[in-house]
């Protein structure tokens, strides 16, 4: 193989390995978000401690939130056997406070954008002059 498309072959998998990397970071940080609403609803957490508890973990939908009845209640489940290698079990009423706390913080998050959004536009960029090299051909 030609050196340059063996360069070029390495800078790919390089590129490839920090978007994967990227995208599993995210996931986590979404999966740890699920996991603080879930508790503070009043979810409980049950650790996989053994291996029979993790395989059972493992066979369940994972990072989602699933109805199960029990004894003629509807509780729910939420499944992690990746990173926090855990069950969270809710009852009705602690999915309802999940549902209004994931909301809360939607509007808050939609607020934040829209302050921010509000806060360049009052900056008047047109006031300070070009901001780099280019004219009026960009």
């Not at 199960?68 to 992690?80: I, L, P, R, S, T």
């Amino acid at each position: 193989m030609p050196k340059a498309k063996k360069a070029a072959f390495i800078v790919t998998l390089l590129a490839l390995a920090a978007f994967l990397t990227s995208c599993a970071a995210i996931e986590k940080q979404n999966s740890m978000n699920t996991e603080r609403l879930l508790a503070a609803s009043g979810f409980k957490m049950k650790l996989a401690t053994t291996p029979e508890k993790m395989a059972a973990l493992k066979g369940l939908p994972q990072r989602k939130l699933v109805p199960q009845v029990h004894e003629g209640k509807n509780y729910f489940y939420y499944a992690d056997s990746e990173f926090c290698k855990c069950l969270y079990v809710g009852s009705e009423k602690s999915y309802q406070k999940f549902q209004s706390l994931a909301e809360q913080r939607k509007l808050a998050q939609d607020y934040r954008w829209a302050a921010e959004a509000n806060m360049d536009a009052s900056m008047n960029f047109g006031m300070w002059g070009p901001w780099g090299p280019w004219g009026p051909w960009y």
